[in-house]
């Protein structure tokens, strides 16, 4: 078997697999299989204008839902923005994330815009329930148009209050400093002189135009909506899966969450001490819902009952994401290979901890990788090495044996057993390397701590393309050196300028990746000159000549 050329094939083939993951995502973006998704006639859901058992109608002025006055709320991490009527977040602004690279805006992740709505509600539904219709809502009152966390203020909580029937509502925003999750709770006290049946929901809602802008070939992003439950851990469902069937799945404990997701970010509903809440979903024109619906409750007279759910609405910061809720930190997609990814992604934060510099871990990590692949690494050139020995021998018995394939088939593994050489040895070490390699380049491309993330010079944001493609260029002369310090057994001069122009190839494909990724590649490729050096020095002192044998 000749090493070289499987090298190429397997080089080429990673190179194939990251081209069609970009373009599968950006024709397709992630299909999915979801056999616990079933369709269920359920009444109860909230009837923003239903006209039918999970039929959504989409509100008169698709562009603008706020009708009532608007409020703002202000922490050190979040600004929202709430609509008094029916109390829906209708925009959200990231305080410590900038819109654009260098911009004093803020990110906006909620708006309701023309065209590109993308907003969180909730609301009671049921007998006596207030949110029966995109019109039939309530008008909070609210004691201040303004609420700001004050310095050394650990909490704010902002009430908005309506009365209906005897019944009061008391709709609660609560924010913690420095925290995306925000807790919604409502609180009804019953004087209506009966029973009172209610129940509470909260869903998301998103133009999937939205996810159409976002697309790019070269982003590795997801949008659309995910959830999960006590026996999914975590599922996609996306905009067209939307389309097809409605989602229709009891929480038996009440442990899950559902969630709209895109790259960085993520807003999602989390259902607090409600077993048999149901996760729904619903589509109308390119309008999309996914929620929960949490169980209803009877209330007697001169009683009071609460409801809570969980809004998270920011970036997708694992840690903070896993302490909200169980699994809620899956929702940054390291594809397949996530339990390889999610292992290096925390080395990289642990790293970064010390440096205070996310370009200069990504140095140090691939330094560490590639030291823990060093034995790998000298494996496959010892045995590129000995391959090139052999050569003579080979060539002179195809000379000998002439056409008889099986012969010299057989006549080569005898030569291999002979001289204790293992054919395989050359790729097989690549093949192992590959699935940490890819596993490393979901990391990096899925981190919003890259995002806007300067390293130095002309870099100043790991997350987007090297502006002036010196960092590509810099990759693609350092894989040329590699080629020529590299033992080769190919004598085909269709193969040789394959193998030329492969470092042209890649140069090619890596000027339109996030930087971050190629500085690992570069970086990479130079650890891997520095230990060819020390491999060969190794294997000449041995009588293993690494250069071109002669026949």
């Known amino acids: 078997m000749d090493s070289q050329r499987n090298i190429l094939l397997i080089a080429l083939a990673l190179v194939s697999f990251l081209l ?9 973006p992630a299909p999915q299989t979801h056999a616990v998704a079933q369709t269920q006639s359920n009444s109860s859901l909230p009837a923003t204008s239903v006209t039918g058992p999970n039929t959504l109608v989409p509100p008169a002025a698709q562009t603008a839902a706020n009708t009532g006055k608007t409020i703002q709320i202000k922490t050190d991490v979040l600004t929202l923005t709430i609509d008094t009527h029916g109390g829906d977040v209708i925009n959200a602004k990231l305080n410590k994330y900038d819109a654009t690279l260098k911009s004093k805006a803020p990110f906006v992740l909620l ?11 909730s609301g009671l539904v049921g007998p006596q329930g207030i949110d029966l219709s995109t019109t039939d809502r309530p008008d909070y009152k609210v004691s201040a148009n303004d609420f700001t966390l004050a310095n050394g203020q650990g909490e704010l909580r902002v009430p908005m209050t309506f009365t209906k029937d005897g019944i009061t509502y008391t709709k609660t925003f609560i924010l913690k400093r420095g925290s995306y999750a925000v807790n919604v709770e409502y609180d009804v006290k019953n004087d209506s002189g ?13 133009n999937e135009n939205n996810a159409e802008a976002s697309s790019s070939f070269t982003e590795h992003s997801y949008h659309g909506a995910a959830y999960s439950t006590e026996k999914t851990r975590y599922e996609k469902y996306s905009f067209k899966d939307m389309n097809e069937k409605n989602l229709s799945i009891k929480l038996t404990n009440g442990q899950g969450w559902v969630a709209m997701i895109q790259r960085y970010f993520a807003t999602a509903w989390i259902p607090r001490n409600a077993p048999d809440a149901t996760i729904y979903s619903r589509t109308v024109g390119k309008l ?6 949490l169980p209803q409750q ?10 809570d759910a969980t809004l998270w609405v920011g970036p997708q910061l694992q840690n903070q994401m896993a302490a909200v809720a169980p699994n809620l930190d899956l929702v940054v997609d390291y594809g397949w290979l996530w339990f390889i990814a999610k292992p290096l992604h925390s080395l990289l934060s642990w790293i970064h901890g010390f440096v205070g510099n996310w370009g200069i871990a990504i140095i ?7 030291g823990a692949m060093y034995p790998l690494t000298k494996a496959q050139y010892t045995s590129m090495a000995k391959m090139r020995m052999l050569q003579p021998k080979i060539q002179a018995m195809k000379e000998r044996i002439g056409d008889d394939r099986q012969r010299m088939s057989q006549e ?38 890259l995002r806007h993330a300067p390293f130095f010079g002309w870099i100043h944001d790991l997350s987007a393309a090297d502006p002036y493609y010196i960092l590509p260029v810099l990759m693609g002369i350092s894989m040329f050196f590699i080629q020529k310090m590299s033992p080769t057994t190919v004598t085909d001069p269709m193969q040789q300028k394959i193998m030329m122009f492969m470092p042209v190839g890649f140069t090619v494909f890596f000027i339109f990746f996030p930087s971050g990724l190629v500085l690992y590649w570069l970086v990479s490729n130079i650890v891997t000159l520095i230990q060819q050096t020390l491999i060969y020095r190794q294997l000449e002192k041995k009588g293993l000549h690494t250069k071109k044998a002669k026949s």
């Not at 009966?194 to 998103?206: D, E, F, P, S």
């Not at 999309?288 to 619906?293: E, F, H, R």
């Not at 009877?298 to 409801?307: D, E, H």
């Not at 204790?420 to 491309?445: E, H, R, S, T």
Request: proline content about 4%; charged content about 20%; hydrophobic content about 45%.
């Open 194 to 206: 009966k029973n009172a049946q209610v129940q509470m929901y909260a869903h998301l809602r998103q």
């Open 20 to 28: 069609y993951t970009k373009w599968q995502e950006h024709k397709n």
């Open 298 to 307: 009877t209330i007697q007279n001169g009683q009071q009952a609460k409801f």
């Open 288 to 293: 999309a819902d996914i929620g929960v619906l």
């Open 412 to 449: 080569m593994m005898e030569l291999y057993k002979k001289e204790k050489v293992n054919p395989l040895g050359g790729c097989f070490p690549i093949i192992l390397q590959m699935p940490i390699f890819l596993a490393l380049y979901w990391a990096l491309m899925g981190s919003v701590e």
């Open 111 to 121: 708006e309701d815009q023309p065209g590109k709505q993308y907003i969180a509600q």
């Open 364 to 370: 140090i990590l691939t330094f560490l990788v590639r």
